[in-house]
Every structure is written in C-alpha cells, then in structure tokens.
C-alpha cells in the first residue's frame, strides 16, 4: 500500500513538471514572433515640395437668404383670359379660327345660323311696327284734343301706349344687338367675334355642331393675352414660412436653360391641396416675345427674406469628381488633405455654398483643379 502511494505521487511530479516545460516552451516561441505592424497610407493626404505655388483663400461665413426651389407650370394670367360663348343657339356654318391661332378684338370667329337671332328680328321689327301704329294714333289723338273732341283721359292713354311701344322697340333692338345681330341688316346669321385681342388657348367647338343658348357649357373658346403670364408652383406646408409676398423670385424653364427670369411672388393659396400637403405659389412674368407658353414646365428659386449663417467659398476651390464634390484644405507647411464636400446651390455673385465637410475660416487651395493635376503629376 504504501509502495503504490510513492508511485503515484512520483507520476503527479512528471506531470506536472511536463506542463511547465511546454508552458514555457509556448511562451519563447510567441515572445520569438512578434507581430509586424503596417503603416497605412492616407489616399486624401497631399504633400508639395512647393506650397507657395499654389494660393489659398479662407471659408467665408455669410448671412444668406433661405433659398427655397419649387416645380411649377406657366399659365395664362386669368385677368387677362376671355371665356367666349354665344348666347345664341343654333349652328355652326362656318369656322374661321382654330386652337393657338393669334385673334384681334372684333376678328371674327365662326358664324353661326341661329333661329333665336331669327326671333329676335321678328319681335324687333314687331315691336317698331306697334310703335309706328302707336305714334300715328298718338298725333290723331293729340289733334283732336285741340279742338276739343276728346277728353285730357283719352290723350293721356295715346301717350302711354307711345310709351310703352318705345320701351318694347328698345329692348328687342338690345336683344338683337346682344345675339350679335345689326338691327339696320336683318339676318339670322351671328358673326361671333373675339372680345379681346390674344391667342385661342382652347378651343371646345367644330365645324357645323350644335349650340345651346344661354347655357352654353363648356365656353366654345378661350382667348389669354400671353404679354403677361403666371408660374403657379406648389410650394410644401413646412416650407410656407419662408416665402412672402413681393419675395424675389428666379424661374428657369427646361425649354430655355440658359435663360434665368426674374418675376416676383404675387400671391400665396391660403387653401392647401390636402392630397400634396402644398399651396399655389403665384408669380407674374412678363412675356413680350411671346416664347412663354402655357403648359411649359418650370423651375422656381425663392430667395426669402429670412436670412442665415451660410458658408462659401470661391467657385475655383471646389472639384467636381466622381460625381462628388471636394476641397483641398490646407493643414501644415506642405501638407493638404482632400476633403468632400457637400455644395446647396450658390449665392448670387456666383460663390458655391458649403454645407458640410468645412469649417469657418479653414484655409482651402484656391484652385482645385491645378492642384489635383499638379499631384498627380508628381506621384506619376
């Protein structure tokens, strides 16, 4: 027993001793590998042997206006847009104008064969015969009351019945005259003429069709001045508090981009769409060489009254690349890192505003461009 209690204490020391061994042996063989560290390259750090050649300029901190864009449409100025209709029914013989045609007030637009100017005629030429037939009766009445044939009764009724044929001669002539007839031409034939001198912006009639009277619907024609038109842009609810009226405003049309127009906020829709969530924004735009045509699609700049801190640098030290936006800020004697840069529009002498990536008063290359071709010449 005490034998077998000796062997196996001796084996637990073999064991033992044997781990430690291999513990230390594990702990050379790491202490003999170290690890290799690798310095990493910075891709957007830039070093010149020459810094003075190339400038630098700091951000500029500005008060700005909110400049605010919506999408828009020109339409005919309503004020200055004639519905025209008939108030005579009958039908179309012929049709002298069509849709986009320029018209001159009084031109004429289609000529209409009308029985309700038929009648018209018929009741005016009535209403003259009863008032001649009235007249006569009034003299004969007139003469006898001279000499004392009839009574002061008997004259006054002649002189009403004069009254009442004058009265009846006058409102059928109007009638006529309101159906566009010529009470000194009988006819049945209306010349419907334009009202005012423009261009047929719609047009809801063809040749020899049917007219109502009256209730005519829709009108047969519209006719807008397009020497002045309107932008109707919808603008968002949130962004509502930054436009006023009499608020400059910049539009630019895809059909022209190279043109930018200057007009100015008329009015604001106090009624929203409740499907948009946006209200009608209105400007008036002058159109003298008629190349604004309604149903142009157009883009509008709101510069508001509300300012803001803004910065901005010159239009040289931004480079467009990659379809990203960057600067060179300068950080040491020679040393420069490339930095991008998000850019929101631009202020009006032409300066990209920045609205990320910069701080204020940081030092940028003035000339992004040269700067980027110069180090890449050198690492070639």
Known sequence: MKRSWRRGRLIWIAATAALVSLFASCTRETKAAPTRQEVAIDPNVFETDHPELFKTTKVASRQMPTVLTANGTITPDVNRTIHVTSLGGGRVVELKVKLGDAVQKGQTLLIISSPDLTNAFSDYQKAVADEQLSKRGLDRAQLLYDKGAIAEKDLQTA?????????????????????????????????????????????????????????????????????????????????????HIGDPAEIRLNAFPERILKGTITDISRVLDPATRTAKVRIVLRNGDGQLRPGMFAVATFRSRKTRSGLVVPGTAVMRLHDKDWIFRHEGTNRYRRVEVQVSGATQDGMPEIRSGVHPDDEVVLNALDFSTAVAEKKE
Do not use: Y
């Open 159 to 243: 002189q009403d019945a004069e009254q009442k044929a004058l009265v009846d001669v006058r409102a059928t002539e109007q009638r006529v005259r309101v159906l566009g007839g010529d009470p000194t031409h009988p006819s049945s034939m209306i010349d419907l003429r334009a009202p005012i001198s423009g261009t047929i912006v719609e047009q809801n009639i063809a040749g020899f069709e049917g007219i109502k009277s009256l209730d005519n619907t829709p009108n047969l024609f519209t006719i807008a001045d397009l020497s002045q038109v309107w932008v109707v842009c919808d603008v968002f609810e949130n962004d509502l508090g930054d436009v």
